[in-house]
Nanobody
Framework: QVQVVESGGGLVQAGGSLRLSCAASGRIFSINVMGWYRQAPGKQRELVATITRDGSANYADSVKGQFTVSRDNAKNTMYLQMNSLKPEDTAVYYC?????????WGKGTLVTVSS
């Protein structure tokens, strides 16, 4: 089993920045892809960014150049640096971790961007 826990959400004004963290624990050996997703009120969950164990990142078009995903394998932690935040970035942000074809999800952290 793998557990993932998100942290770092909160209330920020438009134009501000936040850094989210996702800590993995349990059977973390061989976790390959980790990812960030978000779900805004009334909308479906959508991909934000993913990163492989060797650091190869992929972003949704809507956040390219605005968000940066990174990963510290020694700390079993993934990060999402979010800059120039907009009200439309308001959502619950979830992280996940994939291991041997099974995806483990966290419970999410709320990011609210005020205008």
């Amino acid at each position: 089993q793998v557990q993932v826990v998100e942290s770092g959400g909160g209330l920020v004004q438009a134009g501000g920045s936040l850094r989210l963290s996702c800590a993995a624990s349990g059977r973390i050996f061989s976790i390959n892809v980790m990812g960030w997703y978000r779900q805004a009120p009334g909308k479906q969950r959508e991909l934000v960014a993913t990163i492989t164990r060797d650091g190869s990142a992929n972003y949704a078009d809507s956040v390219k150049g605005q968000f940066t995903v990174s990963r510290d394998n020694a700390k079993n932690t993934m990060y999402l640096q979010m800059n120039s935040l907009k009200p439309e970035d308001t959502a619950v942000y979830y992280c996940n971790a994939e291991r041997y074809g099974i995806t483990y999800w966290g419970k999410g952290t709320l990011v609210t961007v005020s205008s």
